[in-house]
């Protein structure tokens, strides 16, 4: 899995390949499907969520360019996967998940790792987590229909965050937004299909 990501999809930063090749990917998905855990694909987990391609993991990590004094905020932990990732990469990691079913699970999951740098809540994440900005990097692992601004508002100057955004909820755009001293930046960064992002600065979960 990692020689692909850094062959076949250039993902060339050492951390973040590192980092892939430390966490244990088939702990986090339901056990029937964990012989395809390291397949070149996103997989279903409970309540219709979904653990992420390997390489938009990687790629949406390194998009965040972070370090060990970085303070990351995950919006959408799902499993945990992503959530152990980035804290292989950063100082601290601040996770939300809407679902609280998830949120426990990934919390378990991270603690059994023996990783305690990371910290996982149930909450709206479309509203961020206030108490521990500014963050140095956020990364949104559902795609909503723009930007939500208070996690712009969370940003140090400098910042980065990596969010899909897209008119309907079946795919999206990966953007990534760079924040300045006067406002921010956006970059394109191509196709990808994300489950929705629900919540006050999303979707709405009735429709």
Known sequence: MVERLHQHYQINDPRVLEAMRAIPRHLFVPEALQGRAYGDHALPISASQTISQPYIVARMTELLEVNKDSRVLEIGAGSGYQTAI????????YSIERIGDLARGAQTRIRELGIYNAT????????????????????????GPHIPKPLVG??????????????????????????TETGSKEEDHGACAFVPLI?????????
């Open 86 to 93: 980035l804290s292989k990469v950063a100082g601290q990691v």
């Open 120 to 143: 996982v809540k149930c909450f709206d994440g479309t509203l961020g987590w206030a108490a521990n900005a500014p963050y140095d990097g956020i990364l949104v692992a559902a795609g």
């Open 154 to 179: 969370q940003l140090k100057p400098g910042g980065r965050l990596v969010v899909p955004v897209g008119p309907t909820r079946e795919s999206q755009r990966l953007v990534r937004v760079i924040k």
């Open 199 to 207: 919540g006050q600065h999303g979707w709405d979960d009735q429709k």
